[in-house]
């Protein structure tokens, strides 16, 4: 499917050189995006392909009442920055007030822009969700961008492939998803596993499951290093791509899922690398660390140094370091583990899936008394959605705050913060030192693991709840 | 962008694996709509602490090591996000090359973008330097060579890549001159390539 795409998408190529390849989409959003528009009006550079050109604020955008202004002025400034710049170039924008705003990753998707054997690009990291639908999506940075804007192409190494064979079934749908998998995934490659590949999640755990949870894993193949994630478009891809407003219409859908199907990576292609896994006895994964491959089972310990670095020095001074940061001694049980905040939001785990399960464990039950929690749906189309649903009410009621679409805690550039010291069980992807928060320790589980953990304000394993 | 060609200068050893943009640059420092003076938040969180005061035990305020050009850094450098932000800081800071045994790819790409130059050494050149950290480190990026001491070390770069910085060239002017395969190519683009 890689090298379909890549070969579909070739401009120009040169020995021992990278290939310029040409970007079907390129999505845009307030924090990558200032100095490369600035660079095209020093330059007096239109951009090439506003049709294939979105933007949408996410980063920074208060998670509070829309109504008011910001209050942070300089996040102001760059949300301004972009309206502006969007006018003057003539892009489509979904700005603060729009329905359709949300995280850019989120609505992608949402709005049919993502699609099979496309290229997709966005200044972040985190673009390798599109590669879910069996799109080629890489993450750039600004100059990039400038460069996408103003040529609509953009210089690529060729990347090896990964095939990553996830088989056998999980035993409990609803307490082991996708995030589990995909922490277990970048537990055993390591964050530099990926590094110089693509990723294609391959096999029967993956077929299985759906859109919303294929967004997840592909998410986070950054965190395990890689340039990208795939998933080869199916049925199931198809389902969730019809009657989307930018998707093919009538006889151009049928004559495009033909197309799609023919993408599939032919069963004896070799791939550069491949591991397999076996989800069948998969447990609820966290992490303990300020890496996303420092991740144990919730029935696990917090490791010791010497047992995580087998033999790296390196690794082994990295562990120490985070226990550090972490404030957590060798030996501790997760389940032991105390928490001060939950948040349940992010690219990689608001989708409106992910609301409908964590509100099944909060059903009846109440946010520990120490603990203050909050929702933050991935865009206005899941939070309406969600609403109809009313699981609004179910959140509120178990003492959850219940907020407006963006990345809020998942960076923390907004006023969604942790203090110094706060421990967050967070459903987004990086538990990096003060990411979501100067000096806040953050542990990555899936939603249902958040949810179990605002109720008793302790991880938990969530088998036992389903 | 100014030209890489040689450097000479020591290296600032910073000796931890996995460094990730987010230390490289905070987040609170990415609302700027600007691409310099990024240097003053380059390793924030780690050279100052909550009052704004440097933090003594950091390499960047060790007055041993200031002026260097060269950063000396530990596998997969620039891990995380995808902001350039990370590489406008470091050459705002003063490094024109970062030495390390492995980077992150888009980190790497940036790089390239901003006139620093990323050269990957093998694990065991990579402790001789950590090891011998006063040594003057010459960089020839035409040679491929990295001399230091009595260790002369090659790195691999692409030609293109290559070429960018040695003169200093816009890449995007660089493409501009291959308008016609642009055109061309979408003229050619497949039927179900997505429209407006
Ligand atoms: S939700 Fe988090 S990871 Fe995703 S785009 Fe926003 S800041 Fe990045």
Redesign the interface.
């Known amino acids: 499917m890689f090298e379909k795409i890549w070969d579909?998408h070739i401009?120009?190529e040169?020995e021992?050189?990278?290939s310029?390849l040409?970007v079907?989409?390129h999505l845009v959003h307030e924090?990558?995006s200032?100095?490369a528009f600035?660079?095209l009006r020093m330059?007096g550079?239109p951009v090439r392909r506003t049709?294939?050109t979105f933007a949408t604020m996410d980063?920074?955008v208060p998670t509070s009442d829309r109504s008011l202004p910001i209050v942070?002025q300089?996040?102001s400034?760059?949300i301004q920055?972009l309206a502006q710049n969007c006018k003057e170039f003539g892009i489509t924008l979904f700005d603060m007030q729009s329905p359709d705003q949300g995280i850019v990753h989120v609505i992608g998707p949402e709005l049919g822009?993502t699609?099979p054997?496309?290229t997709i690009v966005c200044?972040?990291?985190h673009t390798s969700t599109h590669g879910a639908f069996g799109a080629l999506a890489l993450?750039?940075?600004?100059?990039?961008v400038?460069?996408v804007l103003?040529?609509?192409?953009i210089?690529m190494?060729k990347p090896k492939t990964f095939a990553i064979n996830i088989e056998g079934s999980r035993k409990n749908n609803h307490a082991v998803t996708a995030k589990d998998i995909i922490l277990y995934v970048i537990r055993t490659i390591g964050?530099?596993g990926g590094?110089?590949t693509v990723l294609e999640y391959r096999g029967a755990a993956v077929s299985d499951l759906s859109m919303e949870n294929r967004m997840t894993i592909c998410n986070m193949s950054i965190e395990a290093?890689a340039?990208a994630g795939m998933i080869a478009p199916d049925k199931t891809t198809f389902d969730f791509i019809k009657g989307r407003r930018?998707a093919?219409k009538d006889e151009?859908f049928e004559?495009?899922v033909e197309?799609?199907s023919g993408l599939r990576t032919d069963p004896n292609t070799k791939f550069d690398k491949f591991i397999t896994f076996d989800v069948s006895t998969l447990a609820p994964q966290v992490t303990w660390g300020t890496?996303p491959g420092m991740v144990v089972d919730v029935t696990g310990a917090v490791p010791h140094p010497d047992e995580f670095a087998k033999g790296n020095e390196?690794?082994r001074?990295?562990a120490l370091?985070a226990l550090e940061y972490m404030m957590l001694v060798p030996g501790t049980q997760i389940t032991d583990i105390k928490v001060d905040r939950v948040f349940i939001g992010s690219c990689t785990n608001s989708r409106l899936e992910d609301l409908v399960e964590a509100s099944i464990v909060l059903k009846g039950r109440r946010v520990a008394p120490s603990v203050r929690a909050m929702v933050v749906p991935g865009s206005q189309q899941v939070k309406a959605a969600a609403e109809q649903l009313g699981l609004d009410k179910v959140f509120r009621e178990a003492g959850f705050e219940w907020r407006e679409s963006g990345c809020s805690m998942c960076?923390?550039?907004n006023p969604d913060i942790l203090e110094?010291g706060e421990c967050c069980a967070s459903t987004s992807n990086?538990n990096?030192?003060?990411?979501q928060g100067?000096?806040g320790r953050t542990h990555l589980v899936s939603p249902v693991m958040a949810a179990a953990a605002a109720v008793e304000g302790h991880f938990v394993d969530v088998r036992e709840w389903f | 962008m100014e030209p890489f060609i040689t450097l000479r200068s020591k290296a600032t050893p910073l000796?931890?694996?996995?460094v990730?943009t987010?230390?490289i640059v905070?987040?609170?420092f990415?609302?700027?709509?600007?691409?310099t003076s990024f240097g003053k938040f380059l390793f924030y969180?780690w050279r100052f602490d909550?009052d704004g005061a440097p933090r003594k035990d950091f390499v960047l305020n060790n007055l041993r090591y200031a002026g260097r050009q060269i950063m000396l850094a530990?596998?997969?450098f620039g891990?995380?996000?995808?902001?350039?932000?990370a590489?406008w800081a470091i050459v705002d800071y003063g490094f024109r090359a970062v030495i390390a045994p492995?980077f992150?790819?888009?980190f790497y790409?940036?790089c390239f973008?901003?006139g620093i130059l990323p050269a990957r050494l093998k694990p065991d050149e990579v402790d001789y330097l950590f090891n011998n950290e006063d040594l003057e480190i010459e960089i020839d990026l035409a040679e491929q060579l990295v001399v230091a001491g009595n260790r002369k070390m090659h790195f691999e770069v692409?030609?293109?890549?290559k070429k960018l910085l040695l003169e200093g060239l816009d890449?995007?002017g660089v493409?501009?001159q291959?308008e016609d395969?642009?055109s061309n190519?979408?003229k050619r683009?497949?039927?179900?390539?997505?429209?407006?």
């Open positions: 579909n401009v120009y040169e021992d050189s990278p310029l040409y079907d989409r924090v990558t200032p100095q600035d660079g330059n550079r049709d294939l980063h920074n942070d300089i996040s400034i760059q920055t822009l699609l054997g496309t200044g972040d990291s993450g750039i940075g600004t100059s990039e400038e460069h103003a040529t609509q192409t210089w190494d964050t530099a590094t110089g290093g340039r930018y093919p151009q004559k495009a197309y799609w890496n390196n690794e001074k990295a370091r960076l923390g550039m110094p990086r990096f030192e003060g990411r100067s000096g | 000796d931890r694996v996995n990730d987010d230390q905070p987040k609170q990415l609302k700027l709509v600007s691409r969180d909550r530990r596998d997969n891990s995380g996000s995808s902001r350039e932000h590489a492995s992150a790819d888009i790409n940036n973008k901003n692409d030609q293109f890549r890449s995007i493409t501009l291959l395969r642009i190519y979408e683009r497949q039927m179900f390539a997505p429209s407006g």
